[in-house]
Nanobody, 124 residues
Framework: VQLVESGGGLVQPGGSLRLSCAASGSIFSIYAMGWYRQAPGQAPGNQRELVARISSGGSTYYADSVKGRFTISRDNAKNTVYLQMNSMKPEDTAVYYC???????????????WGQGTQVTVSS
């Protein structure tokens, strides 16, 4: 499976963006999918922050920092997972990555399957 993110860019505070992550391969539907982000200036060893995840069955989780503003969804027919970001804030500025993993007992466990990342900048 290969993952390719798109949809990043520059947006003003309060604006919206929709990220997409397209997966190759026919087994996309069995994976849980997660969106992570890494803010600028973080030390290379710092972990990426899990922003949202969606299980293969469609259950979702959101970090408190984005709850009520971001929505994760998936279209298994298109092998694609989306992240709709509304009411964006400057602190949402980061490189966003998608990941294919699994959910066990409600927790998301990332695999080594990562996209290349897409830059999101929130600034006036």
């Amino acid at each position: 499976v290969q993952l390719v993110e798109s949809g990043g860019g520059l947006v003003q505070p309060g604006g919206s963006l929709r990220l997409s992550c397209a997966a190759s391969g026919s087994i996309f539907s069995i994976y849980a999918m997660g969106w992570y982000r890494q803010a600028p200036g973080q030390a290379p060893g710092n972990q990426r922050e899990l922003v949202a995840r969606i299980s293969s069955g469609g259950s979702t989780y959101y970090a408190d920092s984005v709850k009520g503003r971001f929505t994760i969804s998936r279209d298994n027919a298109k092998n694609t997972v989306y992240l709709q970001m509304n009411s964006m804030k400057p602190e949402d500025t980061a490189v966003y990555y998608c990941n294919a993993g699994q959910v066990l007992s409600g927790s998301y466990y990332p695999s080594d399957l990562w996209g290349q990342g897409t830059q999101v900048t929130v600034s006036s």
